[in-house]
């Protein structure tokens, strides 16, 4: 079982750029899908990004595609999500996840983070 911490959140105004991180722990980290997804008032929790084992493919969801960028550091242990060109509808608390397949991650299996708040004025 990784578990998992995120940090970098913050309040940003809209058009501005944040960067989470999520830190696992667990020397299996390295063979793990990662990604990330967020949670809005009063709404379900959605997918918003993914990254395979290596870092070699990634997923968006349509809403962030060309804005958020995910990668991974082996060496760190760590996961980030670039967030640029930020909107009032990102504000959520986003959440870092692990799985044993990109498919599982994807679905919102897996483990997950405490998550970070994120708020974007406009």
């Known amino acids: 079982?990784?578990?998992?911490v995120e940090s970098g959140g913050g309040l940003v105004q809209a058009g501005g750029s944040?960067?989470?991180s999520c830190a696992a722990s667990g020397s299996l980290f390295s063979?793990?899908?990662?990604?990330?997804f967020r949670q809005a008032p009063g709404k379900?929790?959605?997918?918003?990004?993914?990254?395979?084992?290596?870092?070699?493919?990634?997923?968006y969801a349509d809403s962030v595609k060309d804005?958020?960028?995910?990668?991974r550091n082996g060496t760190k242990n760590t996961v980030y999500l670039q967030m640029n060109s930020l909107e009032p509808?990102?504000?959520?608390?986003?959440?870092?996840a692990a799985g044993s397949t990109i498919d599982v991650v994807r679905a919102g299996g897996g483990s997950w983070?405490?998550?970070?708040q994120v708020t974007v004025s406009s």
């Open 18 to 20: 944040l960067r989470l």
């Open 31 to 36: 063979s793990y899908p990662m990604g990330w």
């Open 1 to 4: 079982q990784v578990q998992l």
């Open 89 to 96: 509808e990102d504000t959520a608390v986003y959440y870092c």
């Open 67 to 71: 804005r958020f960028t995910i990668s």
């Open 44 to 59: 379900e929790r959605e997918f918003v990004a993914a990254i395979n084992w290596n870092g070699g493919n990634t997923y």
């Open 113 to 116: 983070g405490q998550g970070t």
